[in-house]
C-alpha cells in the first residue's frame, strides 16, 4: 500500500503569503488528488492530476511523478483560504479497489489578516 | 453539479444501538466510499462499493457494515455502536476512479 506524507502539518502565514504544501507518496500512482476542508466538515475537490501543474485562480497545483512529489501552492493567500488541505494517491493499476486509495493526514493552514 | 447528501449532519446515539449512516449520489457514479476522520488521523476508508450489492473492506471496515442495493445509495451500519466508533463519517461518490466528491459528514457521538 503507498504512504503519502503531507509536510507541513500545520502552517500559520499572513495574508498575502506565498503557501506550498507539499505531498509525498511511497509507490507510483495513477493520479493525485487535492481535497480542501473547511471548518464544519465539508470536502471539496480542488484538483486531480496526473501530470505537469493545474492552476484555478489563486491555487496552483503541481506534480512531479518520477520524484513521486506533489505540491499546492496559494497566491496571495486570503483569511478565507485557512482550512485543512488534504492530498491523496490513486493508483488505478491496483485493480481499481480500495487498496489504490491513500490519503496524507492533511496540512492545517490558517492564514491570519 | 455533483450533489452527495447525508441523512444526518450530526447524531447522538447509545452504546449498543444499531446506527444506519445514509450517503445519496445524483450523478449516477458507480464508486461509492464511506470514511471516518479523527483529529490526528486523516480520512480512512471504512468500506467502497464499486457497484450494486458489490463492496470492498477499505482499512477500518471492523465494527461495521454496508449496503449498496440501489446505484445512488450507500449505506454505512454501526451493528452495535461503542465509543470508539465517535467520529465524522464522510461519504464520497466518484466515476471510476475520478473526482471524488464528497457529502458534508455526519458527526457522530455514541455515549
Known amino acids: 500500500k503507498n504512504e503519502v506524507e503531507q509536510s507541513p502539518q500545520n502552517l500559520t502565514a499572513q495574508e498575502g503569503e506565498f503557501i506550498t504544501i507539499n505531498c509525498s507518496y511511497s509507490?507510483?500512482?495513477?493520479?493525485l488528488h487535492w481535497l480542501q476542508q473547511h471548518p464544519g466538515g465539508g470536502i471539496v475537490s480542488l484538483f486531480m492530476l496526473s501530470s505537469g501543474k493545474k492552476k484555478h485562480g489563486r491555487l496552483i497545483a503541481t506534480i512531479n511523478i518520477q520524484e513521486k512529489h506533489s505540491s499546492l501552492h496559494i497566491t496571495a493567500s486570503h483569511p478565507r483560504d485557512s482550512a485543512v488541505y488534504i492530498c491523496a494517491a490513486l493508483d488505478w493499476g491496483s485493480g481499481g479497489g480500495a487498496d489504490g486509495l491513500t490519503f496524507g493526514k492533511g496540512t492545517h493552514l490558517i492564514i491570519q489578516p | 453539479d455533483v450533489k452527495v447528501t447525508q441523512s444526518s449532519r450530526y447524531l447522538v446515539k447509545r452504546t449498543g444501538e444499531k446506527v444506519f449512516l445514509e450517503c445519496v449520489q445524483d450523478m449516477d457514479h458507480e464508486n461509492m466510499f464511506w470514511y471516518r476522520q479523527d483529529p490526528g488521523l486523516g480520512l480512512r476508508l471504512i468500506y467502497f462499493s464499486y457497484d450494486v450489492k458489490m463492496k470492498e473492506k477499505g482499512d477500518i471496515p471492523e465494527g461495521y457494515s454496508v449496503s449498496r442495493e440501489k446505484k445512488e445509495r450507500f449505506s454505512l451500519i454501526l451493528e452495535s455502536a461503542s465509543t470508539n466508533q465517535t467520529s465524522m463519517y464522510l461519504c464520497?461518490?466518484?466515476?471510476?476512479?475520478?473526482?471524488?466528491?464528497f457529502g458534508p459528514g455526519t458527526r457522530l457521538l455514541v455515549l
Open positions: 464520497a461518490s466518484s466515476l471510476l476512479m475520478g473526482t471524488q466528491y
Open positions: 509507490v507510483g500512482i495513477s493520479a
